[in-house]
């Protein structure tokens, strides 16, 4: 059922009509990044570059994940499952982890380039947007690094732009699992941290390195889950890391615990440039794997819906529903739509009230604070119908009572906000915003006001009489 690489998964697009191969040349240098960007401005397929300049035999693909079709056909559904349904679907299947298998080889050890030969340059890194810091090889990537001590081998979705022939540069934030074993592991005892760059494994396995799974989490696991088997990892070069076999390519690096390098701008999550670091980590490449004909998978990262938001809608969704509920609050569903780039949240619940929105609010204060508006509604709202989430916003939340406002201190917003001025986004100062959409838990229930629709304001004969004899009014 499961596709085991991306050159697969882009048969399943050619035959639903979801990606278009482009075989007119286009440039590396902003071309190929405005064309992707402008299909998803467009509702358009993925699209593979197949002749790109100065770079013969090599290809880009933009775009892979960018819509929910292409979400459901990763997953082996029928494109047009509904939303909703594709998220029930990977929520059922996360529940079932299975641990990746080691294999001796892969289609990943086509061609190996070790030592001098090692050179960043050979691959055509795309310059996505418009003064972006430089050409980033690696944004729909997987980085796989390991704990020393424990052996957790987390697998993060971070960007990496080419510094020198044999350096990257990154910008994994301070709270990413990377940055996380990096400063406990490795920079106390001075000691470069290995990592490998994966570009263009099985969409699956993208699809979970944007995830936010818990600590000592490996998040090979969940893509066997969503997979519904394993998936297969073969060893690094010059490292113990295991990547996934059938990738595209993998860049085997160390970071430096030593060495920093320019890092950015470039066109971020929230639909904006609003990154202020000009400085990331700096690593060393010690070899670079790839097939013959590589595919570089790409992101032109921006407003949504693109890939970025489509994927943290499905992987932050479901990880807030889980938080919130072992926190005991009385989740029905949780949609973070695309549109709303992880910054808004619908939240449903079985019982409202000002005070159940105080306890959720608490509940994300209690971290980093990365949304900044949580749409609380009764559970007779379908979260995922927007439409529906702002009738209840624009009729359900009190002008006054209904809003809760909060300052998020300095150090626990999220520095990317674009509405966050740039002395709060430079020491991550924000705020967080409950609106309360449900009824008042004290409002006694025979008074609520009666919605005024067919399933509500009807008797049931009536519904039933109407259902029934639809057809032979001539209705639809
Ligand atoms: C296209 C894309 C690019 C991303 N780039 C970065 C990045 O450069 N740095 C970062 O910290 N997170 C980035 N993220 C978010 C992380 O992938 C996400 O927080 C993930 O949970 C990180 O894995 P971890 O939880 O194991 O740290 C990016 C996400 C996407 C979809
Ligand atoms: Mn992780």
Known sequence: MAFDSVREFMEALDKSRDIVRIKEEVDWELEAGA???????????????????????????????????????????????PIPAIHQEYEQREQHPIKPVVVDSGPCKENVLMGEDVDLSLFPAPMIHDGDGGRYLGTWDIVVTNDPETGWTNWGMYRFMINTRRTLSGDPSPISHLALVFREKYLPKKKPMPMALVIGADPLCHMVATGGYGIDVDEADFAGALRGEPVELVKCETSDLLVPAHAEIVVEAEILPDGIAPEGPFGEYPGYRTGIARTGVLCQVKAITYRNSPILTMISLGVPVDDASVAAALTAGISMKRRLERHGIPVTAVYAPPEGVTHLVIIGVRSGGTEMAR??????????????????????????????????????????????VEEVPAGKANMLTPCYSYEERKIMKGGIDVFDCTWPVEWPRETLPIRSSFDCIYPKEIRDKVLQRWGQYGLK
């Open 35 to 81: 064309i992707n960007r402008r299909c998803y401005e467009t509702q358009g397929p993925a699209v593979l570059f197949e002749n790109i300049r100065d770079y013969p035999g090599h290809r880009i693909l933009g775009g892979s994940l960018g819509t929910y079709r292409r979400v459901a056909i990763a997953l082996g559904l029928d494109p047009d499952t």
């Open 359 to 404: 306890r959720i609010r608490d509940v994300f204060l209690a971290r980093r604070v990365m949304v900044n508006k949580i749409i609380v509604v009764d559970e007779d709202v379908d979260v995922y119908d927007v439409g529906k989430v702002l009738h209840a916003f624009a009729v359900k939340c009190h002008p006054v009572n209904g809003i809760i």
